[in-house]
Each structure stands twice: as C-alpha cells, then as structure tokens.
C-alpha cells in the first residue's frame, strides 16, 4: 500500500526553527510537495522536489532524500501566522498525488 | 483572476438527497481535481480530468460523478447522499501534471444527516 507519515501536531516558539518530517512509502515517485493549510482555508503550495538536496525559498526551505524515502519541511524565523497545518504530498507512478495527514504546527508567543 | 472557484461554501444534505458541487477555475488549466477532506487523514482524490471531455477516477469515486464539458468548469455530483459523504470536498486545478503545484478552491463542507 502507498503511506505517506509525518507527526500530527508539534509546537515551536516564535522566532526560532522547526523541521517537519515526511517519510514515505509510494508506488513509483515523481516529486514530493509541501503544502501550507490555515483551518478552514484551502492549501496552498510551498515547495516542489524532485531531485535530491535541498530547495531554498525565503524563510521556508525543503530537503528531499529519494534513497531514504524522506524529506522535512524548514521553517526559519517562525511567526504567528505561521501556524497552521503543513502537508506533505508525493506524486506517484499514476502522477496522482498520495497526501500525508498533515502536520499541525502551533506557534507560542 | 478569480483563480478556483466552488460553490456552495456550506451545504446540509438529508440522506437520500443529491446535489451537485460546482467547480470553475479562470487560468485555462487542463488539469482538473475533486477532493474530500476528513478530519485526521490525508487529502483523497475522487476524480481527476486531463481535458474538456475526459475524466477518470481516482482513489475514492463510489457515490460521485463528474463530468468535463468546458475547460473552466468541472461540476462534482452526489446522488443519493450518505453519513460517510460528510466531508469538506476540495477542487483543485493545475496547467500541468508532472511538476506542477495544484490551485485549490476554498471548499465546500458538506454535512449528510
């Protein structure tokens, strides 16, 4: 079967770090995203790997390791409005997106 | 742009009802998605379309249709509504398949008593 695991709730303080872990078990792999979801909104997209490394945007950076079936999500700088829930989606063989449970993400003052 | 549109935003079904959501996007994607979303679990494809005319299914279809006669529009139905179609349902749209992000809707959050 095709899973897709990452924690269900973590908590941070404002100004500091946070790395959200996605590890996966797909058929086929064409590409891992990373999606922000605010309660009751819909997700929007952060970040897209397909290769090996790290992807660098902004305050948010994301690292994908295909041999290991593993990528994390980099939130630097944190703020209030960063909480939300983050997910994690691996494209596979049938280019149908698998989604992870999400990650709900709460930000202390 | 108005981007991915749906409505209704809320809709309370009796068992037995039907209804059909409707879903049009502006940004001449070919790619088109339908959604439910469950507290506690990942995002479930109900169906998918890759053009005006051709629809597929996808990992949950049972008790939904679709149909794709424009590019803009891609409308879900629900005939005969149960309990488990008590959902928040998502469309989303994309320009591509392989590499491209997926646009969401703001949801439709449908309760089945």
């Known amino acids: 079967g095709q899973n897709i695991d990452q924690p269900t709730e973590m908590t941070a303080t404002e100004g500091a770090i946070v790395q959200i872990n996605c590890t996966y078990q797909?058929?086929?792999?064409?590409?891992l995203f990373w999606y922000q979801q605010h309660a009751g909104e819909a997700p929007t997209f952060l970040s897209y790997?397909?290769l090996d490394g790290l992807e660098e945007k902004g305050r948010f950076s994301s690292f994908l390791s295909r041999s290991k079936g593993y990528s994390y999500l980099l939130l630097k700088e944190l703020q209030m409005k960063d909480s939300a829930s983050y997910l994690c989606?691996?494209?596979?063989?049938?280019?149908?997106?698998?989604w992870g449970a999400g990650t709900k993400l709460i930000i202390k003052p | 742009n108005a981007g991915v549109t749906q409505t209704p935003k809320f809709r309370i079904l009796k068992i037995g009802q039907s209804m059909t959501l409707q879903c049009t996007q502006d940004?001449?994607?070919?790619?088109m998605y339908w959604y439910r979303q469950d507290p506690g679990m990942g995002l479930k494809l109900i169906y998918y379309?890759?053009?005006?005319?051709?629809?597929d299914k996808g990992e949950v279809p049972n008790g939904y249709n679709v149909s794709r006669s424009t590019t803009e529009d891609f409308p879900l139905r629900l005939e005969l509504a149960a309990p488990s179609q008590t959902s928040v349902y998502f469309c989303?749209?994309?320009?591509?398949?392989?590499?491209?992000?997926?646009?969401f809707g703001p949801g439709t959050r449908l309760t089945v008593l």
């Open positions: 989303a749209s994309s320009y591509g398949r392989e590499g491209n992000e997926q646009f």
């Open positions: 940004m001449n994607h070919n790619y």
């Open positions: 379309s890759v053009g005006a005319g051709i629809t």
């Open positions: 797909t058929s086929g792999f064409n590409g």
């Open positions: 790997n397909v």
């Open positions: 989606a691996v494209m596979d063989s049938n280019y149908q997106l698998i």
